[in-house]
Nanobody, 127 residues
Framework: QVQLAESGGGSVHTGGSLKLSCVVSGLPFAAYCLGWFRQVPGIERELGAIAGIDSDSTTYADSVKGRVTIYRDGRTNKKHLQMDNLQTEDTAMYYC????????????????????WGKGTLVTVSS
């Protein structure tokens, strides 16, 4: 059974930092790409991931580029999202999701294409 579990959310002031983590179980390390998505309360989840990673590659949405870093713990199923200089507009529920995909070029990192989802972790940024 595939499971994803996020952790690391919390409340910070603008300019602060948080590190989110996602542990994936039930999938081999190199058999998926993983994305971080976010959903502002009361608004539909963003269609694309803000960051994505597989065994060799990473990518970022323009909205967060330069402020977030996605990385993994070696060749493990633990992925992290370091978020710096957080702003109030970053307040959202953050989800990690996996696409059972072995080729990076086929990994769209779009909501509808992801196969497995975690339950989310809440990030609140206040001024």
């Amino acid at each position: 059974q595939v499971q994803l579990a996020e952790s690391g959310g919390g409340s910070v002031h603008t300019g602060g930092s948080l590190k989110l983590s996602c542990v994936v179980s039930g999938l081999p390390f190199a058999a998926y790409c993983l994305g971080w998505f976010r959903q502002v309360p009361g608004i539909e989840r963003e269609l694309g991931a803000i960051a994505g990673i597989d065994s060799d590659s990473t990518t970022y949405a323009d909205s967060v580029k330069g402020r977030v870093t996605i990385y993994r713990d070696g060749r493990t199923n633990k992925k992290h999202l370091q978020m710096d200089n957080l702003q109030t507009e970053d307040t959202a529920m953050y989800y990690c999701a996996a696409d059972f995909q072995t080729r990076w070029e086929y990994c769209s990192l779009r909501t509808d294409d992801m196969d497995y989802w975690g339950k989310g972790t809440l990030v609140t940024v206040s001024s």
